[in-house]
């Protein structure tokens, strides 16, 4: 297959680059212009459609309301846009050059006897394994009563895997639909942020583990799984084992990672 080169590619990103500007600049030219007539009719309880649901009243003034409303427009709209684009492009530039100079039928080879390429595999997962066991002893005393790390999401996350558990797995057959919240009409739950691979290892553990136990395994192993993907990319791209090993661990155990965890 052939594929485009550098300019077709740059040439494709310019003119996604311009129209997305284009965009950005006509949404923050109508903001200007009819944002404050917008955010007081959100404020009031307006909606339009499925696309903005009515606003929950809270203790913020319409100042605040506005303000952060606001903030969250040209940060996340006016300057994310344009930024997310770049990042890609650089990002996808970088992995191209990475990756041009290897032979496409190049495979992951052993490096030595010692450590082939499953049991150097194997190896890398056992060390992250353990460095998540040292990380998170304090908390293995109180795996069963409370969950690792902070509320906020996780009680989220910890509530939508319980309630898809009870819902799908025992009698109810459908997550498509939750009466829980907007009682007692409910709301559609499709568009609800699912992530069917952990609610079925969350099911997995359930058959031995409490909800929280489960809970908090699920994000223990989050650790060696993330490090076994960054130890075979970088196996693949300097074919040598332990360096490997050494980017895998900073891609799991980055501060971002262990922050969110």
């Known amino acids: 297959m052939l594929l485009p080169d550098d300019h077709s590619i740059r040439k494709t990103f310019v003119r996604i680059f311009t129209w997305a500007v284009i965009l950005v600049a006509v949404a923050a030219i109508g903001y200007l212009v009819v944002g404050e007539p917008l955010l007081r009719y959100f404020y009031d309880g307006g909606s339009v459609e499925w696309l903005v649901p009515p606003r929950h009243a809270d203790d913020r003034t319409f100042e605040q309301y506005a303000r ?47 450590y082939p390429a499953i049991g150097g595999a194997l190896v890398a997962v056992a060390i992250y394994a353990t460095a998540t066991i040292i990380r998170y002893a304090p908390s293995l005393g109180s795996i069963d009563t409370a969950m690792i790390g902070p509320p906020e999401d996780n009680m989220a996350c910890l509530w939508t895997l319980s309630w898809a558990h009870n819902h799908l797995f025992n009698g109810a057959a459908t997550i498509s639909h939750v009466s829980d919240l907007f009682y007692p009409e409910g709301s559609s739950f499709v568009f609800h942020a699912w992530s069917y691979y952990n609610l079925l290892l969350f099911w997995c553990l359930r058959q031995v583990f409490s909800s929280i136990t489960s809970y908090n395994l699920l994000t223990m192993m989050t650790f060696p799984l993330s490090g076994l993907g960054g130890y075979c990319l970088a196996r693949y791209l300097i074919r040598s084992h332990w360096p490997a090993v050494l980017a895998g661990f900073l891609f799991a155990f980055n501060p971002a990672h262990l922050v969110r965890a």
């Open 68 to 114: 952060d409303s606001g903030l969250r427009f040209w940060s996340n709209l006016v300057s994310g846009v344009p930024l997310s684009l770049l990042v890609i492009y650089l990002l996808f530039a970088l992995y191209r050059r990475m990756f041009r100079d290897i032979p496409p039928d190049v495979r992951i080879l052993p490096d030595s006897k010692t």
